[in-house]
C-alpha cells in the first residue's frame, strides 16, 4: 500500500475564524464520604469557591456548622441525601451562636438537594444567614425551640438570597424569615429574598404558630409560586394567631414584600399586614388563591399599610364542567356543599372538546341546601356565569335563586319582554334591574351580579345594564341553578351553562376582552412537519452517483433536500402555510462532504433559510468542532442572511465568547413563541438530551444542564429546570402571576431521541417526567416512528405527550395533523404520517439549483476546493465494488459487519504504512479499534459499482481535531491516535466492544476491530465473560488471513505485554464513558504511551501523515480510508474482494466461537450447512431427530446458515427423553429466532405437551 502526500488546501475554510477563548480555572470538587468523611471537614479543607459534592446517605454532623468561604453544597437528592445535628441552639434568636448552619459576614452559600432534619434538637434556625445564601432543592424539617420558636431560614442581610423549591414540614414558628435591624449586622443594606416554589405545611391547631414566611425590621423580597397551608395555631401566651405570611415593620422600617401566583390556603389568615395600628408596611398580592382561609384571605392591622391587590381568588363556590360526561356534580372550590342533580341535567360536548352542563328546560336543574355562603348583606360579592339558550328565551327561564316567596331571596332570570333581569328582595321590598339585554339563541352570554360596596349590579356580557343599593340576602331555604325559585316546579332554564361561580368579599369587574369565545369557535387546526438527523445529506442517502430528483424512478437514493422541499411545499399549498409549523430537531451538519460548506454559508443552514423554517435546534454533532466550530457555522449562516431562530433552550454557554455574541443578538434564543393567524400560540423549546450530551465531548465549556455521573460518565435529565421553562411559558406553578400572555401548546424540539421499539429513550422519560409538553419532535436515535407515541404522564391531572421522529438522513418526513381546543387547552384530534422522500418525488427546482447549478452550486464550490488534493472531486471513482459494504449483521452473537471490518483494516494498515515517517515511531501497529457510532454511511455499489470520494468520505466523516481546527489547511475529521495497551486492558475493550454494547442505549458503542483474532461466547455476555481468548495477527497482516493469506498464525495476546494500538480522538474522548461500563471491583482501561506511562498527552500522540512538512500533519480517519481502498482495490484495478469482505468472506472468522466441548444434553445448529444437509443434535445424545414437512438449512443472513420453518407443516420431532424433564433442578433452554412476518396468531417455538396433567411450551402471537 502507498503512503500519500498532499498539500492540505481547503479553500472553502480559508475564510473561517474561530475564537480564542482562554481557559478559565474551575472549582474544585471534594466527595463526601470518599474525599472527606464529614462535611465539616469537607469545609475545612476548602477553599473558596469549591465544591463539596454529599452523597447520598444520612450524615450526622457535630456541633454547629460555620460557612466562612463562598462554598458550593449539594447532595446527591434532597430524599437520600440527609443531614443530621447533635446540636442545640446557644443565646438569644439573632446570637451567632444561636443557628445550626451559619453563614458569616461577606460570604456566600450555595445549598441544594439534601435534606436538613433537626429531629430531637432545640434549634432556633437551621441556617440563618448574615452574607448570601440560596437555597435549592432542600427539604428543612423539625427544627424546633420551644412551644413558640423555631426557623427554618433566616435571612439577616444580602441582597441576592434565593429560596427555590424548598419543603417546610414540623417549623417551630417561621420557615423563611427576612429580618432586617438585627443587631451586631451591619446596615445598610437590608436583607432581601426571592422565594419561589416553595412549599410549607403548618402544624394545624394547637398552641403554637406557623408563619410560612415574615418579613420584618425592613426586609424586602418576592414570594412567588408557593403553597402555604395549615398555618391556623393560636399562642395561648398572647393568643396570637398564625398565618401564611406576615409581613410587619414592627422592628424596622421599610419592610415590603410582592406576594405572586400562590396558593395560600386553609390557614387562620392568609397574608396578614402589620402589627399595630401605625403599621407602614407595603404589599402587593396579585393573582394568589386564597381560599379556604378561616378568618381572612388578607388581613390588614392598621389604615396606614400600603397594600395593592389584584386578581387573587378568595374562595366561594362553583360549579363547572370540564370534560366532563357524567350527571355528577361538585364544587369547585373543594368545599364539601352537595349538589343535586334534579331531572336530566348532565354534562355534555356540543360546542367541542370541553363541556357544557345541558339543562332541557322540563324539570332540569341543580339545587344545594341553604348556606350562609348564600348571603352577601352589603358586603362586597360576585355570582358570574356563563349561560347559552337552547331557543331564544319568550316565557321567563330562571337561571338561578334563593328565593321561596318570603320576605328576603333574589332571582336572575331572562324572557322577551326584560331580557337578563335581577330581582331581588330585602325585608319586603324588591329591588330590581332588567337589562333589556335579548339572549340569542345558541349563543354564549356572560352574567355577572357584582356587590361593590353596597352597590349592586348586573353585568351582560361585561357591560353594567343597572344598579341599586340594598343588601342581597337568600331565603335561606337553599339555592337553586336553571329555574327560578327553591319551592317551585317552573320557570326552568332550556340550554347550557359552564363557570357558574359564587364569591364573597371580591368584587369582580368584566369590563375588558377577558370574556372567551363560544367554545365552538375554540378548536384551531395545525400542521406540523419536521426534519432531523440530516447530516448534510444534501443529495439523499445512498450511492452519490445515482442521486437524481428528477422524480422518475430511476435510483434507490431515499432523501435529499430538493425532494424535501417538493413535500414541504406541497403540504404547505394544501393545508396552507399559515397553518403550518417547519421544524428541524438538531444534527444537521456532519455527515457527508457538505461538511466541507459550513466554512461559507452551511448548506443546512441555508436550506432552512430558503424553506421559511420556523424553528431549529442543535445536536451534539454542531459541537464536533467544538464551540468555536458551532459559532463558526451560525455566525457565517447569519453574515450571509440566515434568520431562522436557534432554539437552545438548556444550553449553558461557560462563557464561550462567540456563542454569547449569538445569543446577545438573539440568533440563538432559550425559546421561541409563535402565534398563528387562527389564534393558538405556540411555545418551542429546544433540547439537547442526556445521551446526546454524553456523545458531545467536543462541547466543553458549554454544557447542557444535565446531572453528570461521574462514575458511569452518563447524564441525567434536571425536569425540574425543564418543568420550570414548560411552566414559564404556560404562567402556570411558580409563573402562575406573569404578565407575558400564556402559550397555548409548548413543543420541545428535542435531540434526545426513542428506541426502536419505541418503549423506552430520553424522550420517553422526559415525557414521562414533566407536565405541559404538548409535542416532543424527536431527534438523535435516528429512530423512524411509524406513528405517533402518545406517552401519559402520571401528572395530576392526566397529562399526555405526543412524540414522533423522522428517522435519519432525510429519508422521510415527519407531518403531524392536530386540532387544538383553546377552550381547554388541549390538543383534540392527531394524526401522523411519516412521508417517505425518494426518487418518486421530483425535487425543488431552486433547491437543486443551489446544489447543481455550474460553478456557483455547492457541489461544483466544494469539488473546487477538493480539487487541490490532487485533483479529488466529489465525484471522482476512488474504488470499486460488486456487493455492498453496510451495517448489517448476519451473525446475532458477533454483530460482526463488513464495513466495520473494512473500516478497522484501513485505519489498521494506514497507520502502518506511516510507521517510522515524519513525526510517528518505527513501532508497527498491532489493532485497530473503530466504533459502530463513528461509521455513518454504507458503500452501495449503486447502478454502476463505481464508488466516488464523496461515498468514501460519507462513511467516516465526523469529528474535528482540538489542535488543529477545520480552518485554512486544516481538514475537518477525527485524528488518528497512536496509543499504548496492555493485554489486560485490550481483554477489557474486546468485551466493552462485543459485550456492554448489547445493551440498545450503548448499541453505538459496539468495536470493530482489525489485527485481532477472539474468541468469544455471547452467552458470557451478561457476566462480562464473552471474550474466552485474545489472539494478534502480524502488522503486516492488512486482512487478517494467517498462513492462508502467507504470515504465520496469530499469537496469544499476553495481559502484561503492551501492545500498540491505533484508534480515533473520539473514542479517547469517551474513555470515561468507557470505563463507567466496567463492571464494579474492573480496573479501569489506562491508555499508555510507549513507555507504558499513563498516556497525557494527545496532542504527542497524533498520526503524522506527512513526513516533509514539520510537525504533525494529523491524518484523519477518512483519509485512512480513502488512502487504503484507493491503494488496495484502485477502480482502475480488481474491486473490493468479495472473498474478504463479502457475504461469505474471511474477515467473519476473526471473531469465533471458542472452541470447547459441547456440554448440552441437546444442541441442534446449523452452523455453514447447505440445504439438504442433514439436522442432527451435534452432541450425539439424540440420533431420533427428524425433521418434518420441509425444514431444512438455508442461508439467507450471509455466510452461517440457520434453519428455516414455512409455517405450514414443518418441525423437528424427538422422541420421549428424560433430557426433557428438570423438576426443580437447574436448566437452561436457549435458542436464536427469527419470524418472518411480525406473528398475529400463535406460532409454536418448542414444545414437550400433549393436553395432559404435565408439560411446557414456548410461542408467540
Request: proline share 5%; hydrophobic share 40%.
Amino acid at each position: 500500500m502507498k503512503i500519500f502526500w498532499r498539500k492540505k488546501l481547503f479553500l472553502l475554510l480559508l475564510t473561517a475564524l474561530f475564537l480564542c477563548v482562554g481557559a478559565q480555572a474551575s472549582a474544585g470538587t471534594i466527595n463526601v464520604p470518599s474525599d472527606q468523611s464529614t462535611i465539616q471537614a469537607a469545609i475545612a479543607a476548602a477553599v473558596a469557591g469549591d465544591i463539596i459534592q454529599v452523597a447520598a446517605g444520612t450524615y450526622n454532623e457535630i456541633g454547629q456548622i460555620v460557612i466562612d468561604k463562598n462554598l458550593t453544597i449539594t447532595g446527591a437528592d434532597k430524599s437520600t441525601t440527609i443531614i443530621k445535628t447533635n446540636f442545640n441552639s446557644i443565646g438569644g434568636a439573632y446570637a451567632t451562636t444561636s443557628p445550626w448552619i451559619y453563614v458569616q459576614p461577606g460570604v456566600s452559600l450555595d445549598l441544594s438537594k439534601v435534606t436538613l432534619d433537626g429531629d430531637g434538637k432545640l434549634l432556633t434556625h437551621a441556617i440563618a444567614s448574615r452574607g448570601e445564601a440560596h437555597i435549592t432543592d432542600c427539604n428543612i424539617k423539625n427544627i424546633i425551640n420551644g412551644k413558640y420558636d423555631g426557623r427554618g431560614i433566616s435571612f439577616h442581610a444580602g441582597t441576592t438570597n434565593t429560596v427555590t423549591n424548598c419543603n417546610f414540614t414540623n417549623i417551630g414558628r417561621i420557615g423563611i424569615h427576612v429580618r432586617g435591624t438585627v443587631t451586631g449586622v451591619t446596615y445598610p443594606p437590608l436583607p432581601m429574598a426571592t422565594i419561589s416554589g416553595c412549599t410549607y405545611v403548618g402544624k394545624g391547631d394547637g398552641d403554637w404558630l406557623d408563619y410560612a414566611v415574615e418579613f420584618g425590621g425592613g426586609g424586602t423580597g418576592t414570594v412567588t409560586g408557593c403553597t402555604i397551608t395549615n398555618c391556623t395555631g393560636v399562642a395561648s401566651s398572647d393568643g396570637s394567631g398564625s398565618a401564611g405570611v406576615l409581613v410587619t415593620d414592627y422592628y424596622g422600617n421599610g419592610t415590603a414584600a410582592e406576594i405572586t401566583g400562590c396558593f395560600i390556603n386553609h390557614n387562620a389568615v392568609g397574608i396578614y399586614i402589620g402589627y399595630d395600628d401605625d403599621d407602614e408596611s407595603t404589599v402587593a398580592a396579585t393573582g394568589n388563591d386564597l381560599t379556604g382561609n378561616t378568618d381572612n384571605g388578607i388581613f390588614t392591622m392598621s389604615d396606614t399599610v400600603n397594600l395593592t391587590e389584584s386578581g387573587n381568588t378568595w374562595g366561594g363556590f362553583g360549579v363547572s364542567s370540564n370534560d366532563e360526561t357524567s350527571a355528577v356534580f361538585s364544587d369547585d372550590y373543594g368545599s364539601d356543599k352537595v349538589i343535586t342533580a334534579n331531572g336530566n341535567v348532565y354534562h355534555e360536548n356540543p360546542f367541542g372538546a370541553d363541556s357544557a352542563i345541558a339543562f332541557d328546560g322540563t324539570g332540569d336543574y341543580l339545587s344545594l341546601v341553604g348556606s350562609p355562603d348564600w348571603n352577601f348583606g352589603t358586603e362586597d360579592f360576585t355570582i358570574d356565569m356563563w349561560v347559552n339558550f337552547q331557543i331564544q328565551p319568550t316565557a321567563t327561564q330562571g337561571i338561578l335563586g334563593a328565593y321561596n316567596q318570603g320576605l328576603n331571596g333574589y332571582y336572575l332570570y331572562c324572557n322577551a319582554a326584560d331580557g337578563f333581569g335581577l330581582h331581588v328582595k330585602n325585608n319586603g321590598v324588591w329591588s330590581i334591574i332588567t337589562s333589556h339585554v335579548p339572549a340569542l339563541a345558541g349563543q354564549w352570554h356572560h352574567l355577572a351580579i357584582v356587590g361593590d360596596g353596597g352597590t349592586v349590579s348586573l353585568l351582560v356580557d361585561g357591560v353594567a345594564t343597572g344598579s341599586f343599593t340594598a343588601p342581597v340576602n337568600s331565603a335561606g331555604t337553599g339555592l337553586v341553578i336553571g329555574r327560578l325559585t327553591t319551592n317551585l316546579n317552573n320557570y326552568y332554564f332550556n340550554g347550557h351553562m359552564d363557570e357558574v361561580r359564587i364569591v364573597k368579599d371580591l368584587a369582580r369587574t368584566f369590563d375588558s376582552g377577558d370574556l372567551p369565545n363560544d367554545p365552538s369557535e375554540d378548536i384551531v387546526t395545525l400542521t406540523i412537519l419536521q426534519t432531523s438527523d440530516l447530516h448534510h445529506h444534501a443529495s439523499g442517502y445512498g450511492p452519490y452517483l445515482d442521486y437524481s430528483a428528477d422524480g422518475l424512478e430511476n435510483d434507490d437514493v431515499v432523501g435529499g433536500y430538493a425532494r424535501l422541499a417538493t413535500l414541504i411545499n406541497d403540504v404547505r399549498t394544501k393545508v396552507g402555510a399559515a397553518n403550518t409549523l417547519l421544524v428541524d430537531s438538531g444534527d444537521f451538519t456532519m455527515g457527508t462532504p457538505y461538511d466541507l460548506s459550513s466554512g461559507v454559508y452551511d448548506i443546512s443552514l441555508n436550506f432552512f433559510q430558503q424553506m421559511d423554517y420556523d424553528a431549529i435546534t442543535l445536536g451534539n454533532h454542531e459541537f464536533d468542532w467544538t464551540p468555536d466550530g458551532t459559532y463558526a457555522i451560525i455566525n457565517y449562516g447569519v453574515t450571509n442572511g440566515f434568520s431562522v431562530p436557534v432554539v437552545a433552550s438548556n444550553m449553558v454557554t461557560g462563557g464561550h465568547v462567540g456563542l454569547n455574541a449569538l445569543i446577545t443578538a438573539e440568533k440563538i434564543v432559550p425559546e421561541k413563541v409563535i402565534e398563528l393567524p387562527s389564534g393558538l400560540k405556540v411555545g418551542i423549546l429546544g433540547l439537547l438530551g442526556p445521551g446526546a450530551n454524553r456523545d458531545a465531548p467536543s462541547a466543553p465549556p458549554v454544557t447542557f444542564g444535565h446531572t453528570y455521573d461521574d462514575q458511569t460518565g452518563n447524564y441525567s435529565w434536571d425536569y425540574s429546570s425543564i418543568q420550570a421553562k414548560v411552566d414559564e411559558l404556560k404562567n402556570v406553578g411558580a409563573y402562575a402571576a406573569d404578565t407575558d400572555e400564556p402559550v397555548d401548546m409548548v413543543v420541545v424540539l428535542s435531540h434526545s431521541g426513542v428506541s426502536g421499539d419505541y418503549s423506552d429513550g430520553d424522550d420517553i422519560d422526559l415525557a414521562k417526567n414533566v407536565t405541559g409538553i404538548d409535542i416532543i419532535a424527536s431527534g438523535h436515535a435516528h429512530t423512524a416512528t411509524n406513528d405517533k407515541i402518545v406517552v401519559p404522564n402520571t401528572a395530576t391531572p392526566a397529562w399526555e405527550t405526543l412524540i414522533f421522529s423522522p428517522g435519519e438522513y432525510g429519508e422521510a418526513l415527519s407531518r403531524l395533523d392536530l386540532t387544538f381546543d383553546l377552550t381547554n387547552g388541549k390538543i383534540d384530534t392527531a394524526d401522523f404520517t411519516l412521508i417517505p422522500v425518494d426518487d418518486t418525488i421530483e425535487g425543488d427546482a431552486f433547491i437543486r439549483g443551489l446544489l447543481e447549478t455550474e460553478t456557483t452550486g455547492y457541489n461544483d464550490k466544494i469539488s473546487t476546493g477538493l480539487a487541490a488534493l490532487e485533483g479529488v472531486e466529489l465525484d471522482t471513482p476512488v474504488t470499486h465494488t460488486g456487493f455492498p459494504l453496510d451495517m448489517s449483521v448476519s451473525n446475532p452473537a458477533t454483530r460482526m459487519t463488513n464495513l466495520g471490518s473494512l473500516c478497522a483494516d484501513a485505519v489498521r494498515a494506514t497507520a502502518n504504512d506511516y510507521a517510522g515517517t515524519g513525526d510517528n515511531a518505527v513501532t508497527p501497529f498491532d489493532l485497530a479499534v473503530v466504533a459502530k457510532g463513528v461509521i455513518r454511511d454504507d458503500i452501495l455499489p449503486g447502478k454502476t459499482g463505481v464508488i466516488p470520494f464523496s461515498d468514501i468520505y460519507s462513511v467516516l466523516p465526523l469529528g474535528a481535531s482540538p489542535w488543529a481546527p477545520p480552518v485554512g489547511a486544516n481538514l475537518p475529521g477525527y485524528p488518528l491516535m497512536s496509543v499504548y495497551l496492555y493485554g489486560a486492558d485490550i481483554y477489557k475493550i474486546c468485551e466493552l466492544g462485543l459485550s456492554a454494547s448489547l445493551n440498545p442505549a450503548y448499541g453505538s458503542f459496539y468495536l470493530n476491530f482489525s489485527g485481532l483474532q477472539i474468541g468469544y461466547d455471547v452467552t458470557g455476555a451478561a457476566t462480562f465473560s464473552g471474550v474466552k481468548s485474545l489472539s494478534l495477527y502480524q502488522p503486516a497482516d492488512t486482512f487478517c488471513q494467517g498462513s492462508a493469506g502467507g504470515f504465520l498464525d496469530p499469537v496469544p495476546v499476553l495481559p502484561a505485554t503492551l501492545y500498540h494500538g491505533v484508534v480515533d480522538l473520539y473514542a479517547l474522548q469517551l474513555m470515561n464513558v468507557a470505563n463507567g461500563l466496567l463492571p464494579p471491583g474492573v480496573d479501569d482501561i489506562v491508555p499508555m504511551d510507549a513507555e507504558g506511562n499513563p498516556l497525557v498527552n494527545l496532542a504527542a500522540a497524533r498520526i503524522d501523515d506527512d513526513d516533509v512538512t514539520s510537525g504533525i500533519q494529523e491524518l484523519k480517519e477518512w483519509e485512512a480510508l480513502w488512502e487504503f481502498v484507493d491503494a488496495e482495490f484502485p477502480n482502475a484495478g480488481d474491486p473490493i474482494d468479495p472473498a474478504i469482505y463479502g457475504p461469505a468472506g474471511s474477515i467473519y472468522n476473526r471473531i469465533a466461537a471458542p472452541v470447547a466441548p459441547v456440554t448440552a444434553d441437546l444442541w441442534v445448529r446449523s452452523d455453514i450447512k447447505a440445504a439438504g444437509d442433514p439436522i442432527v443434535d451435534t452432541t450425539g445424545n439424540h440420533p431420533d431427530l427428524t425433521a418434518l414437512g420441509n425444514a431444512d438449512h438455508e442461508t439467507p443472513f450471509g455466510v452461517d446458515s440457520a434453519l428455516v420453518f414455512d409455517g405450514s407443516g414443518d418441525y423437528l420431532s424427538l422422541g420421549n427423553h428424560a433430557d426433557w424433564n428438570f423438576a426443580s433442578n437447574d436448566f437452561t433452554i436457549d435458542m436464536w429466532v427469527n419470524f418472518e412476518i411480525q406473528p398475529t396468531a400463535t406460532q409454536g417455538i418448542l414444545g414437550a405437551y400433549n393436553q395432559g396433567l404435565n408439560g411446557y411450551y414456548l410461542y408467540c402471537n
